[in-house]
């Protein structure tokens, strides 16, 4: 699956932003997409991911802030990232993996086949 992630820009703290990871000659219907975030000279960090069957999960520092969905054709996915902070700068990533992931595997970036270019999110206090 090719996939390209949009989106980014820079915002205020508190403000909102909706990333979107497209797949290109693929649709998402039977994968896990996952959303990983990078700081320079810091490890890939898991955000969120949602299964094939529509469950999600999240990491504790964006919970109740973050939240993904697909859209009704299933061939985008989207972050929605509210109330916004500074800590949360990054740039992005999505990413798919074949199947439904268990839970233990999420936060695994090996878990994942496919991964699209990055997009930068930076949000000033």
């Known amino acids: 699956v090719q996939l390209q992630a949009s989106g980014g820009g820079l915002v205020k703290a508190g403000e909102s932003l909706r990333l979107s990871c497209a797949a290109f000659g693929s649709v998402f219907s039977s994968n896990t997409v996952a959303w990983y975030r990078q700081t320079p000279g810091k490890e890939r960090e898991f955000v969120g991911a949602?299964?094939?069957?529509?469950?999600?999960s999240y990491a504790e520092p964006v919970k109740g802030r973050f939240s993904i969905s697909r859209d009704s054709g299933r061939s985008t996915v989207a972050l929605q990232m509210n109330s916004l902070k500074p800590e949360d700068t990054a740039t992005y990533y999505c990413a798919a993996a074949l199947g439904r992931l268990i839970t233990s595997r999420l936060s695994t970036p090996k878990s994942y086949d496919d991964w699209g270019q990055g997009t930068q999110v930076t949000v000033s206090s």
């Open positions: 949602i299964r094939s069957d529509g469950s999600t």
